[in-house]
């Protein structure tokens, strides 16, 4: 995130946590309510260029929620949805609405690193806990709040799984490592660079800003290094993008990327030809299609649709609350407590979270594009390439 970019966005979150402070007293008393009906949110990108990934958890979670308020509960919850199209700008405004307006008592979400990172001090300050279902960057897990969640393990996992994948997949003797600005973006790469570098694998770096729309100088470094992989932290509105635009320069090298590109809007985005046997990692493990558990198949009869990118994670991270208001939990407080205890088979793994929000499990899957079709090749410990 450029330091203009950062600057704006603090700002409007100065100015959100004094509106939230006013509305909510710095107390759970926003979250309280009428405790025959709680409403929980859900913050992510749901109309933007990456909807593509937030609409499946959004999806998830609703399952789970409509799937525990027809069991005729005494506490019923109430899904409220905030589309903040993935900016961290519009994460702020929507936080105050929800908790001052709304009085959200919980959060599932935000769905994006960026956003999270916006608002997690509000959040913080009025006492709401949240659950993201796919928000990965490692920093999160560090600012030492205690109303924080996700189920999903961070890029400090995602991004040397990914390298090393490779790294014994290719024996690659060059690397190159691309960002553009977004926190995500930056924040997986990162942490493909530093595990690229203790491998002793000669990498090299580069950045875009995230609204271009050509990289072509980026390209252009690219193919004068002449990498064997190419490793790009960054969601797939930009990665299709990029993909499309270093294969019509003919760079040929491997292409691999992270959870934020685990669409098929990847494959369309570039061109099913140039993204022929693209790699994307993620802490997610997507059920083949047609696949017959019993998750699959309740997704499938509500949506019309298998399950996609976080759907399973989605699903459990509304469990998560709704396990806690079935525990006696009504309050964001006491939910909150609730959470620290948490222990189920979700859809996606076991649930479990340590002290500081992190889940207690952290595998990666590979999947890569075959026939114009991302395959889950299994966890990256295991996986073998097609070609």
Known sequence: MSGVRFGRVFAVAAAASLALAGCAGGSSSSGSGDSSTLKIGFMGDLTGENSGIVIPPRNGAKLAI?????????????????????K????????????????????IGPAFSGESKAIGGQLEQNKIPSVSPSATNAGLASNGWKYWHRVVASDASQGPAIANFLITAKSPKKAYVISDDQEYSVGLADNFEKTLKEKNVPTERDKFAKDASDYSSTVQKVKAANPDIILFGGYYAQGGRLLKQLRDSQVTATFATGDGSLDAQL??????AAAEKAVVGCPCNIPDAGSTDEFSKKYKAAYNVDPAIYSSEGYDAATAIINAVKGGATTAEKINEALKTIDFKGASKQIKFKENGEPST?????????????????VSTEAKLNG
Request: charged letters at 20%; a negative charge.
């Open 66 to 86: 409509d799937e525990y308020n027809k069991t005729n509960p005494a506490t019923k919850l109430e899904l409220k949805e905030y589309d903040s199209q993935g």
């Open 88 to 107: 961290p700008e519009q994460a702020t405004s929507l936080i105050a609405t929800a908790v001052g307006q709304d009085k959200i008592t919980a959060l």
């Open 267 to 272: 494959v369309s985005g570039a061109g099913a």
């Open 362 to 378: 952290d595998a990666i899957n590979i999947y890569q594009v075959t026939g114009g079709v991302l395959k889950n090749l299994g």
